[in-house]
């Protein structure tokens, strides 16, 4: 069993930055990926983006590439999501989740956390 937590949403206004973090603890596998996905108020969830761990190598949707950007922390099992130059568009739940490959299907993704809401005010 894995746990997810993640942390950093929060309200922001339009142009503002924020990071989030994701957590893994509990059977982690020595080579996997992580990845975020977020779900838009009344959509279907959607990927973000995805790294693996402890290699680094990443995938980002072609959407928020340039605004989004993931990356290992120095904490173990630990990654973050910067995102910058947030619009009103951005605001929904941001969901982290954990794959045995890097991958941007939700169904390649066994582990997910609760969520953390991101609100941008305009």
């Known amino acids: 069993q894995v746990e997810l937590v993640e942390s950093g949403g929060g309200t922001v206004q339009t142009g503002e930055s924020l990071r989030l973090s994701c957590a893994a603890s509990g059977s982690i596998r020595n080579n996997y990926g992580m990845g975020w996905f977020r779900q838009l108020p009344g959509k279907e969830r959607e990927f973000v983006a995805a790294i693996t761990i402890p290699g680094g190598s990443t995938y980002h949707a072609d959407s928020l590439k340039g605004r989004f950007t993931i990356s290992v922390a120095s904490a173990k099992n630990t990654a973050h999501l910067q995102m910058n130059n947030l619009k009103p568009e951005d605001t929904a739940v941001y969901y982290c989740?954990?794959?045995?490959?890097?991958?941007?299907?939700?169904?390649?993704?066994?582990?997910w956390g609760q969520g953390t809401q991101v609100t941008v005010s305009s």
């Open positions: 989740a954990v794959s045995p490959v890097l991958g941007y299907l939700e169904s390649e993704y066994n582990y």
